[in-house]
């Protein structure tokens, strides 16, 4: 405990903390890049819908999907990838949930279309909504627990229980006392534990990489369509609004993304 600060920087002097990156002087960041057969994705679609006369139609689906990758590729250097990577071991080849993964989605939509004006020019109102499962994202430790010279990547030890000992606590961002460790921080951190699925499934082991999901998401967005006479006859021109989120005008704590 005492090689860190109370900001999860590393002491570099009087502790014997040495980072297992760069060790060896010869050479700088070499990266060996090599492909891999892991890493899947699957998806199963039930979809129903109805037209109710000719101006009101109607569809609703509901889609499972399940995703895992070795790497999300989302920078574009290779030590970038490799750095940016919630990992337990930086070079291990192992898939976990996607970071693209929605697992579940439920869409909706109901369109009205009639012609209110001349007979031949359709008004079109059209709402569509969307509920999805949120996006995965990972329990990592603050500072480099692995001594691959990055913090903020490196996945979470869970220890078995309250008590077990395994593990020294400390409250963050405060200094390495006695009042600020023991065991009103190990409480502390137990109630957190104990309001997440995944890190309750994971006493006594490190924790998934992208094995938590962000609470569910709803939304709804609105469209209006006006058929509109053509420059040249036989043709038609169209003009729409779209309102993206428009439940959000309605109420400010509708739509919201965490």
């Known amino acids: 405990e005492s090689c860190w600060t109370g900001g999860g920087t590393a002491v570099t ?44 139609r109607w569809n609703a689906a509901y889609t499972r999907t399940s995703m895992t990758e070795v790497s999300p590729l989302a920078s574009s250097t290779s030590g970038s990838n490799w750095n940016n990577r919630a990992n337990f071991n930086p070079n291990e080849n192992v898939a976990a949930n996607s970071q693209y993964l ?15 004006f001349d007979g031949k020019h359709k008004t079109t109102v059209g709402l569509f909504y969307e509920g999805r499962s949120g996006k995965p994202y990972s329990w990592v430790f603050r500072n480099d627990m692995n001594g ?19 593990v020294l606590f400390r409250l963050p961002g405060s200094a390495n006392t006695v009042e600020n460790s023991g065991a009103a921080a190990e409480a502390k951190f137990w109630q957190i534990v104990d309001s997440f699925q995944h890190l309750r499934d994971s006493k006594g082991k490190v924790v998934s990489r992208n094995g938590e999901f ?32 428009v439940g959000n005008l309605l109420n400010r704590r509708w739509g919201q993304v965490s």
Request: aromatic share 6%; with cysteine; proline share 5%.
């Open 13 to 56: 002097s009087g502790c014997g903390l040495v980072s297992r990156s760069l060790s060896n002087r010869a050479f700088g960041n070499v990266y060996m890049v090599a492909p891999t057969d892991k890493g899947s994705g699957n998806a199963l679609t039930l979809q129903i819908s109805q037209r109710l006369g000719s101006a009101l």
């Open 102 to 116: 929605i697992r579940d989605r439920i869409s909706a939509s109901v369109n009205w279309s009639k012609a209110l």
């Open 148 to 166: 691959d010279g990055r913090n903020i990547n490196d996945l979470m030890y869970i220890p078995k229980g309250p008590g077990s000992g395994e």
């Open 214 to 245: 962000a609470p569910w998401v709803n939304s709804i967005d609105m469209r209006l369509q006006q058929e509109m006479p053509g420059i040249f006859k036989g043709n038609k021109g169209v003009l729409s609004l779209d309102f993206m989120n």
